[in-house]
T-cell receptor, first 109, second 115 residues
């Protein structure tokens, strides 16, 4: 079993829909990262969380440390949001990030 | 501002040939540096990370090696490529001692196809 599980694996939505991507992890962590990987392969960091909630534009990320769960929400989704979204956790005491396998999001116009 | 570059962007190499992927970071000093691989249909896998010049930690036994000859330079190498080495390789960096309070930044990636 992976230490980081994401769901769903694939997600198709219509433009304007509210999107939720989930990430569950089994290890104690000191930080959780949400990353976005575009079709060309490039990866950008969206959020780094250790508690609570962060918002950037139409993106919202939340984390519940007790439940070992994080969600990434996209409001008013747009076709340009189509990408693979990856959750990664930093286990306490390590400099390594453990990655989920990603959620492929397709937003249709 | 800080930037990260890696090259080449695309590489097609025959089995048994050597490999050298290079990554450089600008605009910061003493970064933590990482090499990741993403095989088709799989998640990112940490290959090597470095917290300083000449300090390399290997995460996965394989025929790859990494070196950090300068503070902001990280090189991924192989003496003899295998078909299974094909994939998307990403260099990344972060500030300071810990990823807890620091964002990780990725290079553009290198597509390697071993034929």
């Amino acid at each position: 079993k992976n230490e980081v599980e994401q769901s769903p694996q694939n997600l198709t939505a219509q433009e304007g829909e509210f999107i939720t991507i989930n990430c569950s992890y089994s290890v104690g962590i000191s930080a959780l990262h949400w990353l976005q990987q575009h079709p060309g392969g490039g990866i950008v960091s969206l959020f780094m969380l250790s508690s609570g909630k962060k918002k950037h534009g139409r993106l919202i990320a939340t984390i519940n440390i007790q439940e070992k769960h994080s969600s990434l929400h996209i409001t008013a989704s747009h076709p340009r949001d189509s990408a693979v979204y990856i959750c990664a956790v930093k286990a306490g005491g390590s400099e390594k990030l453990v990655f989920g396998k990603g959620t492929k999001l397709t937003v249709n116009p | 501002s800080q930037t990260i570059h890696q090259w080449p962007a695309t590489l097609v190499q025959p089995v048994g040939s050597p490999l050298s992927l290079e990554c450089t970071v600008e605009g910061t000093s003493n970064p933590n540096l990482y090499w990741y691989r993403q095989a088709a249909g799989r998640g990112l896998q940490l290959l090597f990370y470095s917290v300083g010049i000449g300090q390399i930690s290997s995460e996965v036994p394989q025929n790859l090696s990494a070196s950090r000859p300068q503070d902001r330079q990280f090189i991924l190498s192989s003496k003899k490529l295998l078909l299974s080495d094909s994939g998307f390789y990403l260099c990344a960096w972060s500030r300071g001692v810990t990823l807890s309070g620091n964002t990780i930044y990725f290079g553009e990636g290198s597509w390697l196809t071993v034929v």
